[in-house]
């Protein structure tokens, strides 16, 4: 819940793209459905935009920016990160937040 305050309050508009990019894909790659290059994103840009307190044309805009910095693609349900180490950087992403236990969990599902 911290995390998303400060997304919401205190992350720009580009930040807060990258940082629930980010997010995603680690999620996705705990369950084997993404890796460190990209996945598939289901999501359209009216879906972001309402998650991270946006309007849609703003996120079109910032997706825009990402791509043209050379960071990442979101095309066709598809998300390509170009330069991850950059993306990090730009959203100050920690995945720490998102539980120490992930690791331990993972024997589980892959058994």
């Keep these: 819940m911290a995390e998303r305050l400060i997304t919401l309050g205190r ?4 930040a807060r793209v990258a940082h629930l990019l980010l997010e995603l894909s680690v999620r996705l790659e705990f369950i ?4 460190s290059s990209g ?3 289901p999501l359209t840009q009216h879906d972001l ?3 991270l ?3 849609a044309i703003h996120v079109n805009r910032v997706l825009r920016s990402l791509r043209q910095l050379g960071l990442v693609v979101f095309r066709n349900s598809e998300v390509e990160f170009l330069d ?3 993306l990090i950087e730009l ?4 995945a720490a937040y998102l539980g120490s236990g992930r690791a331990s969990s ?5 058994n």
């Design 11 to 14: 992350r720009s508009a580009a």
């Design 106 to 110: 993972r024997k589980i599902f892959s």
């Design 91 to 94: 959203a100050q992403f920690d």
């Design 53 to 55: 307190g946006l309007t």
């Design 32 to 35: 084997g459905q993404g890796d």
């Design 39 to 41: 996945f598939f994103c």
């Design 84 to 86: 991850r180490t950059g």
């Design 49 to 51: 935009a309402n998650a």
